[in-house]
Antibody, heavy 124, light 110 residues
């Protein structure tokens, strides 16, 4: 059974850097053809895709936030980490990680598994 | 403002059919696969339709997807109260080199 669990701070201050970790269980990130994305949802708003990392280490980012985002993976820990710099109150929301068995740039956002999400508030 | 346009709301009575549209452009829906997700508040989104019209195992055949040109749609037949949720279309956008979600449609079962 594949499960994903997001972890990170509940509250960050404006201008701080957010670091979120997605821990994957039941599936090895060292397998070929596996990718993990981060998606967020501000309160009352739509889902927004942020970043993706594939098994080849190929990375993709949302254009509007590209300068603030970094996605990386540690296959030995089965974790994918997202950092977002210069946090602002508009970044408040629930952050999800999701797993796909394909390269998002080829097959699209085919997410078979999602975490439950972690709520992040940005406030001084 | 999403590059994929969905109606903000839809509704139907139990047993009815409802169709949710998703409008895009040649750089996204016109060229790439469309996916549909069901999202109940406080839970993880669930994949309903992949590659335009394919259902993952476990998804009832009441859910169907289609795509034509730069638009896609999700049809739910035989509406049930448990179908009340938010529905999102998603695809890859070649010009943005990014995945994009629609604005979401809140389905109410009356």
């Amino acid at each position: 059974q594949v499960t994903l669990k997001e972890s990170g701070p509940v509250l960050v201050k404006p201008t701080e850097t957010l670091t979120l970790t997605c821990t994957v269980s039941g599936f090895s990130l060292s397998n070929a053809r596996v990718g993990v994305s981060w998606i967020r949802q501000p309160p009352g708003k739509a889902l927004e895709w942020l970043a993706h990392i594939f098994s080849t280490d190929e990375k993709s980012y949302i254009t509007s936030l590209k300068t603030r985002l970094t996605i990386s993976k540690d296959t030995s820990k089965s974790q994918v980490v997202l950092t977002m710099t210069n946090m602002d109150p508009v970044d408040t929301g629930t952050y999800y990680c999701a797993l796909s068995h394909s390269n998002i740039a080829v097959a699209g956002p085919h997410f078979d598994y999602w975490g439950q999400g972690t709520l992040v508030a940005v406030s001084s | 403002q999403s590059v994929l346009t969905q109606p903000p709301s839809a509704s139907g009575t139990p047993g009815q059919s409802v169709t949710i549209s998703c409008s895009g452009s040649s750089s996204n829906i016109g060229t790439n696969y469309v996916y549909w997700y069901q999202h109940l508040p406080g839970t993880a989104p669930k994949l309903l339709i992949y590659r335009n019209n394919q259902r993952p195992s476990g998804v009832p055949d009441r859910f169907s997807g289609s795509k034509s040109g730069t638009s896609a749609s999700l049809t739910i037949s035989g509406l049930r109260s448990e179908d009340e949720a938010d529905y999102y279309c998603a695809t890859w956008d070649d010009s943005m080199s990014a995945a994009v979600f629609g604005g979401g449609t809140k389905l109410t079962v009356l």
